[in-house]
């Protein structure tokens, strides 16, 4: 008896990062990046920037800095 059931990978988590210190944005891409199952689908510098990329791009999850100026 085989097995019906097809094999497939699980969707990659999507996630779009919103910080305004450069250096802290290039370390979350270094870091999430090399993570399997996980697609980095945008960056933001600005509270606007991140409204207005996960509205385009409706992603899993957005890291956030909320002391972030808009």
Do not use: W, Y
């Not at 450069?22 to 090399?34: P, Q, Y």
């Not at 960056?43 to 606007?48: I, K, N, R, S, V």
């Amino acid at each position: 008896m085989s097995n019906s059931i097809a094999e497939t990978s699980p969707e990659p988590l999507r996630i779009v990062i919103a910080d305004d210190h450069v250096l802290f944005r290039d370390g979350l891409r270094a870091l999430l990046t090399a993570a399997p199952d996980t697609e980095l689908v945008g960056e933001a510098g600005t509270g606007d920037e991140a409204v207005a990329l996960a509205t385009a791009l409706q992603p899993d999850v957005v890291l956030m800095d909320i002391q972030m100026r808009a």
